[in-house]
């Protein structure tokens, strides 16, 4: 690409996103047949991901179980999701308006440095901008505290630029995290918040670059892996669960039960974790980064602490083990040695806490303080690995 035709698609872009509030349909799609230049051998959109396959897990049918026998005992009707209108978006609000700037000068200063190495987009690499805008705009909506219904539009809109129509546009945005159960679209998710936090904060991010590597990376993921650090395993467990069972009756046990599950999944939201799994008494997720595992489950416990003081009577406690390594990923799960013994260290773990390996450890340095608690011996290893408790801030 010669230099007067980056300058005048540079000012082309530039032009569209400094006027995004009063563009004309018109030259949006102008730039979007410049930016796209369609290519009739592109490979089609992927697939949604498949569903893991149903695994029998007792624990999670029984809670189940309880729920609906404690339901009809209270003799409550089951309250039943319903589909409703999605509540109108103000978009003349102060914070819907400067996350919009936000996202347009993102987006724009993105696209301007992939136009500077010749990128197209096939239908690959969209969808790969898809979910790298998705997470950049759940991280600004989480700085601006935009409701679910303005994070969705402001999403809407960066997948309408890229050229996918508002049909398309809407549903992958009310959509999204059913993709995130992949674990190469979730890296694609977190470079993309990982790239908007630089961005606000501002530091000298070339947002380009990160798009290209990162949509590089997604086209091919067998070359990514092999640059790609270990994968931390997080464990929750509800300590006494089934004394809690018998303590509080099935209906009291399934609120703690709900409540674990709200803090531990705002606690991955905020830290980039991925849940894999529900285990009936707690939840498995993994992280690519170790310091994010880390700093998720400090949150959880802090979270349960300042619950628990404002109110006593809740009894919900819970312990938090991490793993750091080269887990096997097959149908949305992990399997393999970090998982288990990941699951090992969580069994390990004192009320309240949270017990980490020593690579965990290692990886995490500078984020958090952390105890040597000496070897331990946990079953199906040879040797007796040392663990350490995490210092959790009052």
Do not use: W
């Not at 006027?19 to 410049?34: C, D, G, K, N, P």
């Not at 696209?111 to 950049?136: I, T």
């Not at 993994?286 to 006593?312: E, H, T, W």
């Not at 500078?366 to 959790?392: C, M, R, Y």
């Amino acid at each position: 690409m010669s230099g007067s035709v980056v300058f005048v698609g540079s000012f082309l872009v530039s032009a569209v996103f400094l006027t995004m509030m009063f563009i004309s349909s018109a030259e949006v799609q102008h730039l979007r047949q410049y930016l796209l230049a369609p290519d009739p051998a592109a490979p089609a959109l992927p697939p949604k991901p498949a569903k893991p396959a149903k695994v029998k897990r007792p624990k999670a049918e029984d809670l189940i179980a309880l729920e609906i026998q404690a339901a009809a005992e209270e003799a409550e009707p089951e309250e039943v999701e319903a589909e409703e209108e999605a509540v109108p978006v103000d978009e003349s609000a102060e914070g819907f308006r400067q996350s919009k700037v936000a996202i347009m000068k993102f987006l724009e200063q993105a696209l301007a440095g992939m136009m500077k190495e010749g990128f197209k987009l096939d239908a690959v690499s969209k969808f790969g901008c898809h979910l790298f805008l998705a997470g950049a705009s759940e991280t600004l909506g989480r700085r601006n505290k935009l409701s679910d219904n303005e994070f969705v539009k402001i999403l809407e809109q960066c997948v309408g630029v890229l050229g996918s129509g508002p049909d398309i546009a809407k549903r992958f945005g009310e959509k999204y995290e059913e993709y995130l159960l992949e674990p190469g679209y979730a890296r694609m998710f977190r470079a993309g918040g990982t790239a908007m936090d630089e961005f606000l904060a501002g530091k000298p991010t070339n947002i380009g670059d990160a798009l290209g590597k990162a949509v590089d990376q997604f086209k091919n993921p067998e070359e990514a892996k092999k640059g790609a650090g270990p994968v931390a395993v997080l464990f929750t467990d509800i300590v006494g669960s089934t004394k809690l069972t018998q303590q509080l009756g099935d209906a009291g046990a399934q609120k703690l039960v709900h409540l674990h599950n709200s803090v531990v999944r705002t606690a991955l939201k905020e830290h980039r974790g991925t849940e894999v799994k529900h285990t009936g008494d707690g939840i498995m997720a993994s992280f690519a980064s170790s310091s994010d595992a880390v700093s998720a489950g400090i949150d959880i416990q802090r979270a349960l602490n300042q619950a628990r003081a404002k109110d006593p009577s809740i009894l919900l406690r819970l312990r938090v083990g991490i793993n750091a390594g080269e887990p096997i990923a097959e149908n949305g799960d992990l399997f393999g040695t970090t998982v288990q013994i990941a699951a090992r260290i969580c069994d390990k773990a004192p009320t309240d806490g949270v017990m980490v390996s020593q690579l965990v450890k290692d990886l995490s340095q500078g984020k958090a303080q952390f105890e040597n608690k000496g070897t331990f011996e946990l079953k199906g290893v040879t040797e007796a690995p040392t663990l350490f408790n995490v210092v959790i801030p009052d």
